[in-house]
């Protein structure tokens, strides 16, 4: 009679090597990504310090200021009256150049060892970002400075999005894509979170230790990134996942019902196997032009555009409004910002779920945004008439309005970028993914500018400007839904043609 397994020896079984490995490195990258997060969102928490009403504090002995003067405790130079548009210089600061460094940053990933191309963008966007904060304790009150720190951090977040997303990639074939990046993709609301909640520790008080703490947590990241990232399953001798194989495959055809309009079927065990094989044969780098003949990656990458134009409004004036409008303190209108994060995470999974189950990604997003719009309007006109249906119109905001951004920037991405037209050649994935978010960064960039112009004639206009993106987004994505609606019908035709014989 054979004895039974002791508990250790079956969990081991059941977890293989191969997994264990996947499950590290999809932790290690959740908490990269983290801390890029975590360390943009400090600005949008402190600009209620940066510029406040403060005709009820109390002025402190030899101070220069005038009886009458009600910004004395703002920081130069965002006391005067146009501090928004000031705000809103700096953030474009950071976003312009992020939005134009993404378009490089995937080349370079590449080409470039991701190990050290992500340990080395860690470290110099950690050094910026606690350069931020030093400007208070070095009591430094020139914009041009502050500006400039944010187009420096900016290009080194670059290095950020697509190096992470190349390296899932490599470790994790199509199967269950949209549900795993989707919790994955968590990483992005979880550091807006952290960073809100670091930032508020300090807001009141030495608030530059709201950007210091998060940019050396970021370059610690940097130093564990370059002692444990592993970047192909070859490297510990793990087998590769499948992606698309060879010229083999079918075209695309909507009445094929096992091709989607942008996706085709799992590459066959034999072609993965003949690839781990023959490591030394490496396939070149996609041009950028390439890339933009996958089909799909216009459409999404526009999409994006618009959805991450809506995106980053909420992250970096969200607490502002919240603090103008509900007339919380700074911290209180960060904690409760965090909300929209809440509403992100749940959005990102629930959207990858239902596109893994529907085989339908653009319609997925597109659903998700026909419901935003109308959230938004409610949520400026009755969303501060108390705090019960604040927090559920901003945690169901932030689902229906990061559940498409982060299907986008994640699942589509990776599928894209393992295009059955590329012919498994999967060094393309960095350069679609730094397409598609760099085109979105542009929308990032847009956003939270145009909130900065808009927001003096009224906050309404803000969110009348936000919904009106929301409809692009969900307008650009009609030609994929019709040929996912082809696609479906294509398939409940032949399943009830199998079930007649």
Known sequence: MRSSLAPGVWFLRAFSRDSWFRGFILLLTFFIYTCYHMSRKPISVVKSRLHQNCSELIHPINDTHSLNDTTWCSWAPFDQNNYKELLGAVDNAFLVAYAIGMFISGIFGERLPLRYYLSAGMLLSGLFTALFGLGYFWNIHMLWYFVLIQIFNGLAQTTGWPSVVTCVGNWFGKGKRGLIMGVWNSHTSVGNILGSLIAGVWVNGQWGLSFVVPGIITAAMGVITFLFLIEYPEDVDCTPPQHHGGPEEKEDNPEDPGNGPYSSRESSLDTATRCSKEPSTQPAAISFLGALRIPGVIEFSLCLLFAKLVSYTFLYWLPLYIFNVAHFGAKEAGDLST?????????????????????????????????????????????????????????????????????????????????????????????????????????AALGPLLAGLISPTGWNNVFYMLISADILACLLLCRLVYKEILAWKSSMSRNRGYKEI
């Open 339 to 443: 909300l929209f994060d809440v509403g992100g995470i749940i959005g990102g999974i629930v959207a990858g779920l239902i596109s893994d189950y529907t085989n339908g990604r653009a319609t997925t997003c597109c659903i998700m945004l026909i419901l935003a719009a109308p959230m938004m309007f409610l949520y400026n006109h009755f969303g501060q008439n108390g705090i019960t249906s604040s927090i559920v119109m901003l945690i169901v905001c932030g689902a229906l309005v990061n559940g498409p951004y982060a299907l986008i920037t994640t699942a589509v991405s990776a599928d894209l970028g393992t295009h059955k037209s590329l012919k498994g050649n999967a060094k393309a994935l960095s350069t679609v993914t730094a397409i598609i978010d760099g085109t979105g960064s542009i929308g």
